[in-house]
């Protein structure tokens, strides 16, 4: 049987192909430190960390515009579907560009019209959960989960935490994920990437995590392993980016399967696919040849997808007389209509009731998709 793919991790930042950098910086008139295509795709050959971090700021410098976070999550999405994805769950780190000058609503309108695009277009449904950057202060923290909550009925689903997190432990960042939740934000952490067990321990209880990104040091407490298996804690694990970071000494000592045949349920993402020179086919043959299977994977994206209200104590609400089923509600953007929401019937909803019935609609499609026949559609970049 074949399995669509969801992935709960990747970084619209870590996407970008060095040809669109190129292109986008052309426009925003951004200089770049190469003459031209061919050394810049040799600059995005991954080399070492420090290398990363270069071309991580190198591509987030050159993103100014509304219109250049849509193209990037629109040109995802077709690479994701190209792969077999049903279902994406993008980060992106919003207060990075607007210390560089653009405004939050450009950063949320982009990212929400490419997560709406990806769906007409591609088929690919995109939710986003925007990360807070650790390492800024916790004004831009709090202004992360204000956007958040003001985008929720844009496909804007949780909150998450990223950058060095060996230097910013979570506890610091307690009350803005305790904001985020009573939003109706999920709570989207990364831990145990590269700190250990305290990590993964403080964003569980003082974050409230309902997923963890990464989270693969827990391997190290069988305590903790068994809690996570209990608790059906989702970790949302990159093992291409693991080893290209030097998380994991070689993709044979990955903790994975330990953790998997312990009970943990695991989704398997790419994080940063163009940085890391990855994509998800490459993910899941790495998976695969440390004997795991692709049914898992899917049965954990399912379980960890944030597609019906994270919190139960804002449960999304049904508008009156929507049928649920598969056939999910389409949302068409007038120009100047601001958004109009029509059922699969034709009548008009509100916002926040075709989020809520278009999150149920989706889990639904997602548990039945194995069953149905689904075969990913091979696009024209899927170099199989
Ligand atoms: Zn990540």
């Known amino acids: 049987m074949s399995y669509p793919k969801i992935e709960l991790h990747v970084h619209f930042e870590g996407t970008v192909q060095a040809s669109t950098v190129l292109e986008i910086a052309r426009r925003n008139d951004v200089a ?7 050394e810049l795709a040799d600059l995005y050959r991954y080399r070492d960390f420090a290398h990363f971090v270069t071309v991580w700021v190198l591509t987030t410098q050159v993103l100014r515009r509304a219109d250049d976070f849509r193209r990037i999550v629109v040109e995802y999405a077709r690479e994701a579907s190209a792969y077999g994805a049903l279902y994406v769950e993008g980060i992106f780190s919003p207060a990075e560009p607007v210390r560089r000058g653009s405004s939050w609503e450009e950063v949320f309108e982009g990212y929400c019209d490419g997560a709406q695009e990806a769906r007409e277009l591609h088929g690919v449904e995109v939710q986003l959960t925007p990360d807070i950057t650790r390492s800024y202060g916790l004004d831009e923290a709090e202004l992360v989960v204000r956007y958040a909550a003001a985008y929720r009925d844009r496909g804007v689903v949780g909150v998450g935490l990223g950058g060095p997190e060996v230097e910013h432990p979570p506890t610091p960042f307690e009350h803005v994920f305790r904001l985020a939740r009573e939003n109706g934000l999920a709570s989207v952490p990364h831990a145990g990437e590269l700190a250990g067990v305290d990590s993964i321990r403080d964003s569980l209880e003082r ?6 990104r990464h989270g693969i040091r827990a391997v190290d407490d069988t305590g903790l392993v068994r809690e996570l298996a209990d608790r059906r804690t989702v970790l949302d694990v990159c093992p291409i980016s693991n080893l290209r970071i ?12 330990h953790l998997m045949a312990a009970g943990v349920l695991c989704s ?26 692709a049914r898992d994977f899917y049965e954990a994206g ?11 104590r804002t449960p999304p609400q049904q508008g009156k007389g929507v049928r649920l089923g598969c056939s999910r509600p389409f949302v068409r953007r007038a120009p100047d209509a601001g958004l109009i929401v029509r059922s699969p019937s034709g009548s008009a909803l509100t916002a926040a009731a075709m989020a809520a019935v278009s999150r149920i609609s989706l889990r639904l499609l997602l548990r039945r998709s194995p069953d149905s026949g689904y075969r990913p559609s091979l696009g024209p970049r899927d170099p199989r």
């Open 207 to 212: 974050l409230g995590a309902h997923r963890i």
């Open 246 to 257: 030097g998380a994991v000494r070689s993709l044979e000592e990955h903790p994975l399967p």
């Open 32 to 38: 770049l430190p190469v003459r031209n295509a061919h």
């Open 302 to 312: 399912v379980e960890g997808a944030l597609c019906d209200g994270p919190d139960p």
């Open 268 to 293: 398997l993402s790419t994080d940063d696919p163009a940085l890391f020179g990855t994509n998800l086919h490459d993910e899941y043959e790495a998976a695969r040849s440390l004997g795991l299977r």
